[in-house]
């Protein structure tokens, strides 16, 4: 198998844009910047993988004719939340496997059109579609409370953290003009108890753009800038446990979590304390708490003391949503998975600004990064990426 | 003297029984391995836990104990019951026979607690013409805190 690189990555900024933007222009936008970073043009890609949830029937390929009509094999993949992840996995496999030495990634999405004209989404008749994804999230704080002690400060602390994270980062949908304290945070409308609005992600719009391919590749077209590879990628799905629930399946197994994290350690020969940075799932803040300890960036039941500690702050052992996370930095669906790639590309090339993550103990740009996305609770899909 | 009775139908066939009798408590129709007696709700064709084919159909008594609970602060989509108005209690609860179900629960957010026992009733959700739609709902048991 060969190495994989990620060679450029673009975005459209999340955000509201209900009744402007269509998904194309967003998508061209997002698609033109990856090429440009990469210094390609469209009719080098040799293949295209498109994620774009909320979809009529061709509307990946339809999208893809903006960028030109070059015959080129375009797929488009779902997979929920994780469906940009499963998209970029897709085509560094293909890469990997020497299909194609070069291919583009492109995730867009409007929920705010879909929210418009939800019946279609969400049928009374199920009984679970009657219940917010936000409830089941929240449930899932509750337990945590019960079993943990945490307190609805924690969660408003990791919330407030991606609100001030997505203040850096001109790509966010949030962008507070003042620093967001924990007290706002828990001030904020309750949503499902213990989660309040500040606590979840917003509804919004947006496109990611990422082209993969040879490391060989990166290093003829920008000589001096260094090469982001991809170390390693899973997917998994469940597991059958008792317990499992089976309706309304949203959150999902959090051994899945565990699973896919071991699996993409073992692939790039590393274990969590070799994080420098960590992109994860955090619709609803208290996802966030619970992959640190999942993930392996703390032990079970310490996330509460690292989250006081200022542990995953940027500056922090370990900075997690340096971007705002889905908190801050939106969640449309198909491009959030690339929205982390973008970031984390930028991070580890020493190109993200004001959030840039540096080394604690020695100062050097960060140099390995986790990308961590979950698909309606069903699936799980992560990657790991290096400057080499 | 009894109510006038409307005829009550499930919001969708095949998740829990409607007696004729409204005093009378519904249950859950589910599924059981013939094979490793692993029960599932809802159904399902084939264990998920042996993966074996030979699984029987069967009602489950709607009652357990709150793994997880939160409350919503909007109203119960699709419901015209003005109870349903300023939110809803929702929970995870965990069968006696194995299962973990999700559903609504009734009554208030302070009545919620972790390991509490709940027992599952028929709500009225809203109306359809001289019937009405129905759904379960776990409500707290006195005295079970």
Redesign the interface.
């Known amino acids: 198998m060969r190495d994989v690189a990620v060679l450029g990555v673009g975005m459209h900024r999340f955000g509201s844009y209900y009744g402007e933007k269509p998904n194309g222009e967003m998508a061209l936008t997002a698609g033109m910047a990856a090429l440009r970073d990469a210094g390609l043009t469209f009719p080098d890609m040799n293949a295209a993988y498109v994620g774009h949830i909320f979809a009529t029937v061709m509307s990946g390929v339809r999208v893809m004719k903006e960028f030109g009509l070059t015959g080129l094999p375009i797929q488009r993949i779902e997979n929920a939340s994780a469906t940009g992840s499963a998209c970029f996995r897709e085509a560094c496999l293909a890469v990997s496997a020497g299909h194609y030495d070069v291919a583009m990634v492109l995730g867009f999405d409007k929920m705010t059109s879909m929210i418009q004209s939800s019946s279609a989404g ?1 049928a ?9 994804p ?3 999230f ?6 945590r409370m ?1 079993e943990r002690g945490t307190k609805p400060e924690h969660l408003a602390r990791i919330a407030a953290k991606n609100f001030n994270n997505g203040a850096m980062n001109p790509m966010s949908q949030r962008q507070p003009t003042e620093t967001i304290s924990v007290e706002k945070v828990l001030k904020s ?7 309040t609005t500040m606590m979840s992600c917003p509804i919004g719009d947006g496109a990611a753009c990422a082209i993969v391919g040879t490391p060989e590749l990166a290093k003829k077209l920008h000589p001096d800038r260094p090469v982001v590879k991809v170390l390693a990628s899973a997917l998994h799905s469940e597991r ?1 446990e ?7 399946p949203v959150v999902g197994p959090a051994r899945m979590s565990i699973d896919a994290s071991r699996e993409v350690y073992e692939q790039a020969g590393l274990g969590p304390d070799d994080l420098d940075l960590v992109q994860v799932h955090d619709a609803f803040v208290i996802e966030e708490l619970e992959y640190y300890e999942l993930l392996g960036l703390c032990k079970p039941g310490e996330a509460e003391a690292c989250i006081e500690r200022g542990d995953f702050e940027i500056g922090g052992r370990c900075p997690v949503s340096t971007d705002g996370g889905l908190i801050a930095r939106g969640h449309p669906g198909g491009p959030t998975g690339l929205a982390q790639i973008w970031e984390t590309t930028l991070q580890l090339r020493g190109e993200a600004g004001a959030r840039q993550v540096k080394r604690q103990k020695t100062g050097e740009i960060a140099r390995t990064g986790l990308c961590h996305m979950m698909g309606g609770g069903s699936v799980c899909v992560i990657h790991i990426l290096q400057r080499s | 003297m009894a109510e006038p009775t409307r005829p009550r139908v499930p919001i969708k066939p095949g998740f829990f029984t409607v007696p004729d009798d409204p005093a009378e408590a519904p249950r859950l129709i589910g599924t059981k391995c013939l094979r490793c007696d692993e029960h599932f709700y809802p159904r399902r064709a084939i264990c998920a836990k042996c993966l074996s084919e030979q699984t029987a159909e069967v009602e489950m008594e709607a009652r357990g104990t709150i793994y997880s609970y939160t409350f919503v602060h909007l109203p119960l989509f699709g419901s015209t019951n003005m109870e349903h108005a300023d939110g809803y209690g929702v929970g995870q609860i965990d069968l006696p026979e194995g299962p973990r179900v999700q559903a609504p629960l009734a009554g208030k957010q302070a009545e919620f607690q972790v390991g509490r026992q709940v027992r599952g009733e028929l709500n009225v959700l809203r109306s359809d013409g001289a019937q009405d739609i129905v759904i379960v709902r776990f409500r707290p048991v006195e005295g079970s805190a």
């Open positions: 969400t009374p008749e199920n009984m679970e579609d009657a219940i917010l936000a409830a089941f929240a449930m899932w704080a509750t337990r019960h409308r309750m949503v499902a108890w213990p989660l059958y008792r317990g499992h629930l089976f309706q309304g």
